[in-house]
């Protein structure tokens, strides 16, 4: 289907894509105001943090690379110093086979030094081959765990996601970054022993070829950096449009995709996204264009001057011609070194400033993880109260829960009812501390959160959320997460059968291995009573303190609903359960109930009080008993 036929007289088309722009402190390009010498300064400590990295992760082959770089460089001046031996007897005066007799030994000496030179390169590539992988794999996990590790807060900061993807982008450029280092390298020895040479043949010569690749060099980083501010233009579309990507092929939306008539719409959408990023890379081509042809031109002048006062040199007789016949090798020498020299300077420059989005998102994240105290938690918690609790959410104009009060001790289950937005969520959030309050405190057990030690606090703590995962595991490990509290499976097996899952899970093709994705082979699916069912398991076989569901039986039928709520009353005695539902029957099991409205608590007390009372909650009830 195509955008056309999405069309007709009587409707009006589709909307194009939002345009995402971002005015925060993390959404400038670092580099819009920087100039060609401070982009240059940075390849020092590009190459400085690219050797730490190296050393950090293989020392041994990082060694290798370092020690085959200067082998490659003095190599290369080895063959250039006797090949200027060698020319001086061959182009002599005497009987040929007198002049290659006496040309051998130097010839001899070249053809050793080229050899270790192409052994050089090949164990150091032998050498970028272990470091790459490793550095890549640093790279990768310490964006995951930056990501994971910062305050739940953080998310909804402006730019945190947009930065984010630019982050990512850093990680895979960071196969390229070792490689971009060495070559670099590489060619900044050959230039140096090349240059030594040329310069003893002639001092004029050095300058000249200088000249002739500066223009070249300088056009690659301002090319790098016209690149550069098209990436970070179009990272807030890339970013929705990956979005976008993975929800509308993701087989769990599907149905709603196909059913709802989406398809034409979403490869509009997407088209029209990419057609927008699209032009913006294609309006760069011609300042690129402009660039390339003005330092190629410049520096095709100098290399015409440099050719031109070699042989005016040679036609003067102010060198020899021995000397003029390897001055020319040397200059070709040379010429390629400092390309190259060039070349991977500007390509270490370029990938330097993805990796630099990169530390600057993890210096972010530093800066956004959990900064609280040190106070150890209780294993058994006997009270949590909160006192004056307020939170507001970035961006919003109200706060989600307004001057919140109460307690809660072990054994009692809570019930939190109201409407939606009501803030019932953001009141779990900061009971278990994964939010802090902007006023007011939580204490468990007279120790505020704000000043505890956070694993301490989520070490005891087992929550359902409305949005759960399903996660790409075994069915074992979506109900342990990954933190077994026995070597054999009957822990498991207890929770499954608490949550009437033992049939389900008995008839999957590995049972408690099975993966539980049927995107990969071997996989299987669940519906989504069942993987609730299997969410509200892990909350149980965590055995903490405090229990929280927010919506546990959304999408339970009534025999998974009966059997969770009587496993809830019946472990109820050793801990604090709160019960987040929109099913008011469901609440008759609680000691007391929560009805929450704006972000404060308007009712408290028991089911039949409420009932009674004449407030939100007998509404509630009269209306859920009308539908």
């Not at 972010?364 to 004056?388: N, Q």
Request: neutral net charge; proline residues 4%; charged residues 20%.
């Amino acid at each position: 289907m195509t955008a056309a036929s999405t069309e007709s007289p009587e409707t009006p088309p589709p909307p194009p894509p939002a345009t995402i722009t971002y005015n925060g402190k993390h959404g400038q390009n670092p580099l819009a105001d920087a100039s060609f010498s401070a982009m240059c300064r940075r390849l020092p400590s590009v190459l400085g943090r690219t050797a730490r990295m190296a050393w950090a992760v293989d020392r041994v082959a990082a060694l290798l690379l370092l020690a085959c770089q200067f082998l490659t460089g003095i190599a290369a001046a080895v063959v250039l110093a006797f090949t200027a031996q060698a020319m001086t007897h061959i182009l002599g005066n005497d009987e040929v086979s007198e002049r290659l007799h006496d040309a051998l030994p130097a010839l001899i000496v070249v053809t050793a030094a080229a050899g270790v030179g192409r052994i050089s390169g090949a164990l150091s590539s032998y050498a970028n081959g272990r470091i790459t992988p490793r550095l890549m794999t640093e790279a990768d996990v310490a964006l995951v765990a930056a990501v994971c590790r910062v305050e739940s807060s953080a998310y909804g900061q402006d730019g945190f996601k947009d930065r984010q993807e630019a982050a990512e982008v850093g990680v895979t450029r960071t196969s390229m970054m070792v490689q971009d280092a060495q070559r670099f390298m590489s060619a900044l020895i050959r230039m140096i022993a090349a240059s030594s040479v040329i310069t003893a043949l002639h001092p004029l010569m050095l300058p000249l070829l200088l000249l002739a690749v500066i223009p070249a060099g300088a056009g690659a980083v301002l090319s790098a950096r016209v690149d550069y501010e098209t990436h970070y233009l179009n990272v807030g579309d890339r970013n929705v449009r990956a979005l976008m990507r993975s929800w509308a092929t993701f087989s769990r939306h599907g149905d709603e995709v196909r059913a709802n008539g989406m398809t034409g719409y979403l490869i509009y959408w997407y088209r029209a996204l990419s057609d927008r990023i699209d032009q913006r890379t294609l309006t760069t081509a011609p300042r690129l264009l402009r660039i390339t042809l003005a330092t190629s031109a410049l520096g095709g002048v100098f290399l015409c001057g440099t050719w031109a006062t070699l042989a005016w040199l040679a036609a003067t007789g102010r060198v020899g011609l021995p000397v003029a016949a390897t001055a020319v090798i040397a200059v070709q020498t040379t010429l390629a070194a400092l390309s190259n020299f060039v070349i991977y300077g500007a390509a270490l420059f370029h990938t330097s400033l993805y990796l630099a989005d990169m530390r600057a998102f993890l210096d972010m994240a530093e800066e956004l993880a959990p900064k609280r105290g040190e106070l150890m938690i209780p294993e058994v918690i006997e009270e949590i109260r909160i006192d004056e609790a307020v939170y507001q959410y970035p961006g919003k104009d109200e706060p989600a829960v307004a001057g919140v009060s109460l307690s809660l001790r072990r054994g009692e289950i809570l019930a939190v009812v109201g409407e939606n937005g009501s803030g019932k969520s953001t009141l779990t959030k900061l009971i278990t501390g994964i939010l802090l309050p902007d006023k007011g405190r939580v204490l468990w057990d007279d120790v505020d959160l704000a000043q505890a030690d956070p694993d301490a606090v989520w070490n005891r703590t087992a929550l359902v959320p409305q949005n759960f995962a399903c996660w790409p595991l075994r069915v074992r490990e979506n109900i342990t997460l990954g933190q077994p509290r026995t070597f054999n499976d009957d822990a498991v097996w207890d929770v499954v059968d608490a949550v009437g899952m033992r049939d389900t899970v008995q008839k999957l093709p590995q049972q408690l291995d099975t993966l539980l994705t049927r995107e990969m082979f071997g996989g299987a699916e669940l519906s989504g009573g069942q993987w609730q069912r299997l969410v509200c398991g892990r909350a149980l076989y965590r055995q903490t303190p405090l229990l929280i569901l927010d919506e546990p039986t959304s999408q339970m039928d009534a025999r998974g609903e009966h059997a969770l709520f009587l496993e809830i009353k019946r472990i109820a005695a050793g801990r604090m359960t709160i019960v987040v539902t929109h099913q008011l029957e469901n609440t008759r099991l609680a000691d007391r109930v929560l009805v929450m409205d704006k972000g404060r608590v308007i009712e408290h007390g028991t089911y039949d009080d409420l009932v009674s009372g004449g407030g939100l909650f007998a509404e509630l009830v009269a209306l859920a008993k009308d539908r």
